[in-house]
């Protein structure tokens, strides 16, 4: 028999035990019973061991000026059924001439799955990830995956490799630039709102993409700040601060997870039963499949972990990992431990399944093709609505530092300073996992933007200096335009590769002269107002600047359209919203600062913060530069005293907790009114204060709105001495503020 006639002998088969129905629940799995279940145990009855092997291997392809390039080695092993997945490939043409050999050229035509580090939008690119937590619109934030999920389907994609979900609290550490920073409630919401726009509500669509909750787990823990390093902490802090929003995206549905690249108490999370078999298994019941970071099997040698390649290989197949990327280490080596007797075909069944799963679940086997429509690549890609989606997200993301005397808004009838080398810049403004993004033709510089609102005749322009590097020689011009403009505006910040995977600092303060530039500018014109317009992928030390800056707008780096939203804050256009999603320190030293930090038994008197033998720095105060929460507005929001259903609460009681929020300024504008707890008592020490929910509400100027927050039991539990996820009778403190920056001042009790 032909290979041909083999095949469609196989496909009958196939079909036949298709419509054979069973209520039988398969034996290798504890997941719940799916409508392709049946089918996935029809096409493995059929699956040599290598073919099961191969479903686990996933290879990389490369990108070239015509298109994808996949190596003469990896097309050997699709021919044969030895790949399941493909990363960095994209286009209708590339993923259709890949698919086209899996499906048409190998003895049973399983489709590949196609994945893409699509982090913060695939060609139309939002701000990045830090940027968009900042902007507390978790609508926002889904309607921003929902386009990059359209946009990255229509060229073949089936599956990114976001969100990353790591809680991050050094800013050192580079990849703090693409999660949602340093608080476990807002981490949690944003998880949930990343995994329903790219997983949208039926897989089945031709435009949905699997998530990838990223990376499992501790990964923003690493020593020192430096990426892949060591992660030791104990279960309170795991399970209270590291592990909720991985369970957030499990209760949205998030299909698959990523290995992080670290170990977490001795034991590399790619080789660690605990975290994967005990946790996300058995105790939150995930169903889905996990794949490994970039060669994380093979770097367990290295970490001192496995002797060997092959060892490597065993203890991350045991440890509940299905998919391995790069590493080769599943397609050398699972079949011969299978033989030896030390791995059980059981879990490359597993493995199998669960990746097979995913692909009926997307439609592929249905139509392999169906991601690969050319037409819709033309019409969805760059669409008018993404880039002007991509503007109010950029908007939205900005967050004001600073604004003394009302420097900001800027006067159109003003002549403007444009200094700095991130002025024009269409390069970094696209922030780092920037995907297909188009960093030349496509992204709108800050110049751009602001000649949108004023005039070329009212625009000056001096660079001034380089992100990075020692020369001062473009000071002199940049001092004459000042002197020449009614208002500076200086936009400064990093390169975009100076954040990200495996850049990270141990200086964060301007890189460069950047830093001299405002001192120069500052001594040159002392009464004139400076604007510092940031971008950055992580807090900055920024204790020089914020003396030197009349205000001081951060808008990370802020994507394809960030120029016009970037403007359209300095203008006035859209009333500043955003609030700092993670801590900015006053000096490297502080580092780690979060706000929902535990006491000591000393801690600083509020009256006098220089008491000696108390917890404090001799040489600095305890306090931030700028707190989570922070953000302020062009108008300004009044806050009555917060309100309480009932002094006491049962546990089956709801505690309603309210306050009035009124604009009291001059402009129509948004307030993020956030909710905070503190347990005062526990049987582990409780943070001092803790975000338990917040509502982003519209105020026209004179307006009142009275903001309500309903608290449960369920809002109370953490995971106390024993381990356990529950509640504690006692007192607890409760505030309704703009900032985490406050005292309390109302207490309530449970009993």
Known sequence: MNKKLTKIALLIAITAVFSCKTDSKNSITNSEETPYDTKVDSLMSLMTLQEKIGQTVMYSGGWSVTGPV????????????????????????????????????????????????????????????????????????????????????????????????????????????????????????????????????????????????????????????????????????????????????????????????????????????????????????FNGFVVTDYTAINEMVEHGFAENEKHATELAIKAGIDQDMMSSANRLYLEELVNEGKVDVTLINQACRRILLAKYKLGLFDNPYKYCDEQREKEVVYKPEFLEAARKSAAMSSVLLKNEDHTLPLNKDQTIALIGPLVKDKENILGNWAAAGDRKGKAISVYQGVQEYVNDSKILFAKGCEIEGEDKSGFNQAINVAKKADKIVMVLGEDYDMSGEAACRTNIKLPGRQTDLIKAIRKAVPNKKIVLVLMNGRPLDLSEEDTLADAILETWFPGTSGGYGVADVMFGTYNPSGKLPVTFPRTIGQIPIYYNMKNTGRPIPPDNPKEDYKSNYIDVPNTPLYVFGHGLSYTTFDYSDIELSAPTIGFSDTLSASATITNTGNYDGYEVVQLYVHDKVGSLTRPVKELKGFKKVFLKKGESKTVNFNITIEDLKYYNADMEFDVEPGEFEIAIKGTSDFDFKHTFTLE
């Open 70 to 285: 996949v190596s003469s080695n990896n097309l050997k092993f699709i021919k044969e059924g030895n790949i399941g997945a493909m990363l960095n490939v994209y286009s209708v043409k590339g993923t259709r001439d890949l698919q086209k050999i899996a499906v048409e050229e190998t003895r049973l035509g399983i489709p590949l799955l196609f994945g893409y580090d699509v982090i913060h939008g695939f060609k139309t690119i939002f701000p990045i990830n830090l940027g968009l937590a900042a902007s507390w619109d978790l609508e926002d934030i889904e309607k921003g995956s929902r386009i990059a999920a359209e946009e990255a389907s229509a060229e073949g994609i089936h599956w990114t490799f976001a969100p990353m979900v790591d809680i991050a609290r050094d800013p050192r550490w580079g990849r703090i630039s693409e999660g949602s920073g340093e608080d476990v409630y807002l981490g949690s919401e944003i998880s949930k709102a990343y995994v329903k726009g790219f997983q949208g509500d039926d897989l089945s669509k031709h435009n949905t993409i699997l998530a990838c909750a990223k990376h499992f787990v501790g990964y923003g823990a690493a020593q020192a700040g430096r990426d892949y390093h060591t992660v030791n902490m104990g279960q309170d802090e795991l399970r209270n601060v590291y592990l909720p929003p991985f369970k957030a995206a499990v209760d949205a549905g998030v299909e698959t997870f990523m290995t992080a690249f670290n170990e977490i108490n001795g034991i590399p999370a790619t080789g660690n039963k605990f975290i994967f078999n005990d946790i996300l298994r058995d105790e939150w019941g």
